[in-house]
């Protein structure tokens, strides 16, 4: 009786987590969930597609919220609207700058040279710390410097 009474205020408090971080202030950083995502040139799905991302894991930042569509800015500056349920709050980095960026065994540029990356790589994002960030790509793990990365810092 008493599971009874109460399932549905579990319930709602359950759901209510996840709307809240879909809330949150703007700027903010997310990256692309799916592997298709349309961005539009307004919220709503009558709008016209602009740009079509095939990349999961693409970190963008979130400047506006409108009703279940959040504008974006991709990488490259493009602005527009997407579903919000296909963003993901997960943090993520593409490389960006000239020539191959340096992943290293810890966070310095002593620290043990392990791979070199080049520009447009995208991988999940971990702390980053003194001008120093760590990145998983794929099953590649190890610190890049920061100003080699979009989507690390103050977005």
């Keep these: 009786m008493f599971v009874r009474l109460f ?58 919220l409108m009703e279940g569509w959040r504008l974006i800015e991709d990488p490259d500056g493009a602005q527009g609207w997407v579903v919000a349920r296909l963003l993901s709050p997960d943090r993520g980095a593409i490389v960006i700058g000239d020539g191959l960026a340096e992943l290293r065994d810890g966070p310095s540029h002593d620290a043990m040279l392990k791979w070199r990356v080049e520009p447009g790589v995208v991988g999940a994002l971990g702390g980053c710390d003194d001008g120093w960030c760590e990145l998983r790509i794929d099953d590649y793990r190890g610190y890049i410097a920061q100003n080699r990365l979009w989507g690390a810092g103050e977005p």
């Design 7 to 64: 399932m549905p205020f579990l319930l709602l408090a359950g759901l209510a987590a996840p709307l809240q971080a879909q809330d949150r202030e703007t700027p903010y950083w997310a990256t692309i969930r799916a592997s298709v995502l349309n961005m539009r040139v307004g919220p709503s799905a009558d709008y016209k597609i602009d740009w079509v991302y095939r990349l999961p894991g693409l970190p963008v930042k979130v400047l506006r």
